[in-house]
């Protein structure tokens, strides 16, 4: 996390999600059925590297792309590759990470290709959206952690979906991530006071089914292990003394 009291830090991290957010914006367009998300990794990390943006995954770890993409039963950290070839009705999740002179921002936007292919499909990333905005509401001066992840679960809960226990937002700043974890569930009301300054990556991801999930054999997929659809959704935001400011949205 960063501080307030640092102002270049912070107009570095809203420049970063302001120029990621316009790539995401764009990519729209790529997803045609036929297309593999090799392809479509291509193209983002082309964009970035025009605006002076350095992606974060590449390298992380051994990971060697630019974005991951995941693609329906995949929940998170999908590898892209030439033989994973998208389809009409599929519901693909490109999660994205860059920096702009040393400060990241991180999101993931859910799109489907073509027409989704149930109303099932078009309510669950309905639902996880209304969740991180839900969870964006209370970053707020006061709260506490908790209480954004309360906030999260408040909305899934109720239509019957599964939350990702093991994987979760996080600090961001000058790594991609840092302390805290940002849990998609829990109590309200525990782990530090927010203060303004912070910044965080916020990211529900819930499935149609239970939240049991297993790592594919390239080492880095996640997947539901019943097979049901997953989405994901995410933005970086600094909390300030108003409202929280989401650095990840184009105007």
């Not at 992380?60 to 892209?80: F, K, L």
């Not at 070839?85 to 990241?104: F, M, P, R, S, T």
């Amino acid at each position: 996390m960063i501080t307030i009291k640092n102002k270049v830090a912070v107009q570095k991290m809203t420049t970063a999600g302001g120029l990621l957010s316009d790539i995401i914006d764009r990519v729209a367009q790529l997803l045609r059925p036929g297309t593999s998300t090799l392809s479509i990794d291509a193209w983002i990390e082309m964009q970035m590297r025009n605006v002076q943006l350095v992606p974060q995954t590449k390298g992380y770890m051994g990971y060697r792309h630019a974005s991951c993409i995941s693609v329906n039963d995949e929940i998170v950290h999908g590898v892209p590759d030439a033989h994973k070839i998208i389809q009409e009705g599929d519901l693909v999740k490109i999660d994205v990470c860059a920096a702009w002179k040393g400060y990241c921002a991180d999101m993931t936007r859910c799109f489907f290709v073509g027409k989704p292919a149930s109303t099932q499909a078009e309510q669950l990333v309905k639902v996880a959206q209304q969740a991180l905005d839900a969870g964006i509401a209370k970053a707020v001066v006061g709260n506490r952690l908790s209480d954004i992840s309360a906030a999260i679960q408040q909305v899934v809960a109720p239509h019957g979906f599964g939350i990702i226990r093991d994987f979760a937002g996080h600090g961001i700043g000058k790594r991609m991530h840092e302390e805290p974890e940002i849990l998609n569930y829990g109590e309200p009301g525990r782990g530090p006071l927010l203060r303004p300054g912070m910044t965080f990556a916020l990211e529900p991801m819930i499935t149609l089914g239970d939240y049991n999930y297993y790592i594919a054999s390239d080492g880095w997929t996640v997947k539901t292990k019943d097979k049901s659809l997953a989405a994901h959704v995410e933005d970086t935001i600094l909390i300030t003394e108003e409202q929280p400011k989401i650095l990840t949205r184009c105007a």
